[in-house]
């Protein structure tokens, strides 16, 4: 069992940054594979980025890659989402979610554990 809570969301202008982070609780934590996603008004929820156990794997959503990068702590069993470049278009509630998994996967059924949100929303 994981748990999650989700800090650091906030209102930013376009072109901006801000750092989301994550933090875990729960024994499994550091075999976890942890994904950041998120849900826009009207939207589904979306796949952002991911990230396999060790740190040593990651994944991103092509809308993102360049922009966003994704890490984690096993040791403060935290996982963070660093946000730069912000667009208006990244407006949106951004979960942490955990899967028990070996490879980072995108679709958000894949993943069992959920945090509560934190929105994110950028101005133009």
């Known amino acids: 069992q994981v748990q999650l809570v989700e800090s650091g969301g906030g209102l930013v202008q376009a072109g901006g940054s801000l750092r989301l982070s994550c933090a875990a609780s729960?024994?499994?934590?550091?075999?976890?594979?942890m994904g950041w996603f998120r849900q826009a008004p009207g939207k589904e929820r979306e796949f952002v980025a991911g990230?396999?156990?060790?740190?040593?794997?990651?994944r991103y959503a092509d809308s993102v890659k360049g922009r966003f990068a994704i890490s984690r702590d096993n040791a403060k069993r935290t996982v963070y989402l660093q946000m730069n470049s912000l667009k208006p278009e990244d407006t949106a509630v951004y979960y942490c979610?955990?899967?028990?998994?070996?490879?980072?996967?995108?679709?958000?059924?894949?993943?069992?554990?959920w945090g509560q949100g934190t929105q994110v929303t950028v101005s133009s």
């Open positions: 979610a955990g899967a028990n998994t070996n490879a980072v996967l995108t679709p958000f059924s894949q993943y069992g554990y």
């Open positions: 729960g024994r499994t934590f550091s075999t976890t594979v």
């Open positions: 990230i396999n156990w060790s740190g040593g794997g990651t």
